[in-house]
């Protein structure tokens, strides 16, 4: 099992930046492919960003690409994503995710956070 504690949201104005962080605790870390997705009102869940186990290979949605930023720091069992040139539609509750499979964290990831409110106005 893994719990995962998300924190760092807020209201920012547009072109701001913001720094999520997500505490892992419960199996080792460093096995498991760590993710971020957001949910807007009214609107599907939707894949962020990733980061694989070695820290070293990340995946970013074609939205968010030279905005974001995902990280992990295995000595402290987190992993962060920073958020600058944030614009209103960036808008979301976010939410952070792990899973084993490199492959599966992207789309259905087998654990989540509860989820930390990012606000964006213009």
């Known amino acids: 099992q893994v719990e995962l504690v998300e924190s760092g949201g807020g209201l920012v104005q547009s072109g701001g930046s913001l720094r999520l962080s997500c505490a892992a605790s419960g199996r080792i870390f460093s096995s498991y492919a760590m993710g971020w997705f957001r949910q807007a009102p009214g609107k599907e869940r939707e894949f962020v960003a990733a980061?694989?186990?070695?820290?070293?290979?990340?995946y970013y949605a074609d939205t968010v690409k030279g905005r974001f930023a995902i990280s992990r720091d295995i000595a402290k069992n987190t992993v962060y994503l920073q958020m600058n040139s944030l614009k209103p539609e960036d808008t979301a509750v976010y939410y952070c995710a792990a899973d084993k499979a490199v492959a599966v964290v992207t789309t259905r990831p087998d654990y989540w956070g509860q989820g930390t409110q990012v606000t964006v106005s213009s």
């Open positions: 980061i694989w186990r070695n820290g070293r290979s990340t």
